[in-house]
């Protein structure tokens, strides 16, 4: 296999790879930022797609694309980090699953699974020492004027 | 020879079966079972991806270790950003994945775009994202950090995606690659070049390119992060007058 075509087809699998793991990713998780995180890394997933078809083809379209999709990708972080800075000041989680009105009607009842508790982090007993080593020699005339009158 | 269709279906199994296990499903340990097995599927993806009669010179060699490295890194980060519970220790493999894609972008020739995804997403929405995830203070250790939506059928339907995505991509161009014809040929792209996409002066070429033929886009794409900003700034100052 040609040497070019060999390389547009690695970049197009780890582009598709890229894809598809964002996609698990915003399908399953329930924290509203790693949802977001998840759809930035479906655009990266498409932009090396772009690259890879751009350098095969010979033509800047897909590098100009690249640039867009970086410009309309940082206008929707700007604003979806603004919208969930408002959702978590309503409800105090960065959970997805509270704003459970917003589903449409013939859903089944959502439950919350049961998760056993994690053992909460315990202070550490930090070691304690003797004090060592000699004190300083303060003269009484050098420590009576920080006393308020 | 095993048929390659085989092999993708492998790895889509495994991957399947080990994106499942490494999801969060609510404190059930699928780290021992579930890393071993997407290691499997990324390995039988990778032995998709190496031609071994290509590999006439060192420089191929060399050439090939730096792109499964760079795609190594990148994929791996993929994998841990969509499966740790802490969002923090997301946020920051994500970081890292995006390192590995301005690389893969590097290795392609595209310059400016490798710099501009460091300088852009990885420098400023990336740091964004920490800003909001340090004022939401998670610890990874609440309910809906450790449990995901319907954590099988969403690992089998994007891995099942990615096979069918890559089974098409390759069936598609091993044709194309029986009867040659890429328009960049290889010969073309070893030198140096002074035009077109991997030319010495590609900055150059890139920006003629981007102000010339797409300046209105340009422009609007200003005026749309002028929009973007100014929106921003509103949606939040709307909540204040409520809390007073």
New interface residues.
């Given amino acids: 296999?040609?040497?070019?075509?060999?390389?547009?087809?690695?970049?197009?699998?780890?582009g598709?790879?890229?894809?598809?793991?964002?996609?698990?990713?915003f399908?399953?998780?329930?924290?509203m930022?790693?949802m977001?995180?998840?759809a930035?890394?479906m655009l990266?997933g498409v932009?090396?797609s772009l690259?890879?078809f751009?350098?095969?083809?010979?033509?800047?379209g897909g590098?100009?694309l690249?640039?867009?999709i970086?410009?309309?990708?940082?206008?929707?972080?700007?604003?979806a980090?603004?919208?969930?800075?408002?959702l978590?000041?309503r409800v105090g989680?960065?959970?997805?699953?509270v704003w459970q009105s917003l589903r449409e009607d013939n859903q089944p009842e959502f439950e919350?699974?049961?998760?056993?508790e994690?053992p909460s982090e315990k202070p550490e007993a930090w070691p304690s020492l003797a004090r060592a080593g000699l004190t300083a020699e303060v003269s009484p005339e050098k420590t009576d004027y920080r006393r308020k009158p | 020879m095993i048929d390659s269709q085989w092999i993708f279906t492998l790895a889509v199994l495994s991957g399947a079966v080990g994106?499942w296990l490494l999801?969060?499903r609510?404190?059930r340990g699928g780290w021992p079972l579930g890393v071993p097995l997407m290691a499997i599927a990324l390995g039988l993806?990778a032995s998709?991806?190496l031609?071994l009669?290509?590999m006439e010179s060192p420089q191929?060699w060399v050439a090939e270790g730096v792109?499964f490295m760079l795609?190594g890194v990148?994929?791996v980060s993929?994998?841990a950003?969509?499966?740790l519970r802490n969002?923090i220790y997301?946020?920051i493999w994500?970081g890292l994945?995006?390192l590995g894609?301005a690389g893969?972008?590097l290795f392609?020739?595209?310059q400016?775009?490798a710099v501009?995804?460091v300088v852009?997403?990885a420098g400023?929405?990336l740091v964004?994202?920490l800003f909001?995830?340090m004022?939401?203070h998670?610890r990874g250790?609440?309910?809906?950090?450790?449990?995901?939506?319907?954590?099988l059928v969403?690992?089998a339907?994007?891995?099942v995606?990615?096979g069918i995505?890559?089974m098409t991509?390759?069936d598609v161009?091993?044709l194309?690659?029986?009867q040659?014809?890429?328009?960049?040929?290889?010969a073309e792209?070893a030198g140096p070049r002074s035009d077109?996409?991997?030319a010495d002066a590609h900055v150059a070429?890139?920006g003629a390119?981007?102000f010339g033929?797409?300046l209105i886009?340009v422009e609007v794409?200003g005026t749309?992060?002028l929009?973007?900003?100014v929106?921003?700034?509103v949606?939040?100052a709307q909540?204040k007058p409520e809390q007073q």
Avoid at chain 1, 16 to 25: E, K, P, Q, Y
Avoid at chain 2, 141 to 151: F, I, K, L
């Fill in positions: 296999m040609n040497p070019e075509i060999a390389l547009l087809h690695n970049y197009l699998i780890v598709a790879v890229l894809f598809g793991l964002g996609a698990v990713g399908l399953s998780r329930r924290n930022i790693v977001f995180l998840c930035e890394m990266q932009s090396l690259v890879a751009s350098r095969f083809h010979n033509d800047f590098q100009m690249v640039v867009f970086i410009a309309v990708a940082a206008c929707e972080a700007a604003i980090l603004a919208l969930v800075l408002m978590v000041r989680k960065l959970d997805v699953a919350e699974e049961k998760v056993p994690e | 994106m999801l969060p609510g404190g993806g998709q991806l031609r009669e290509g191929r792109f795609a990148t994929v993929a994998v950003t969509v499966t969002p997301c946020a994500f994945s995006l894609t893969l972008f392609a020739g595209a400016f775009l501009a995804t852009v997403y400023a929405i964004t994202f909001v995830l004022l939401a998670p250790r609440a309910v809906y950090d450790r449990s995901s939506w319907e954590a969403s690992a339907t994007g891995v995606m990615i995505l890559s991509v390759a161009l091993t194309h690659g029986e040659g014809g890429a328009l960049v040929t290889a792209a077109g996409v991997l070429h890139f390119e981007l033929r797409h886009a794409a749309l992060l929009v973007a900003l929106g921003a700034a949606i939040v909540t």
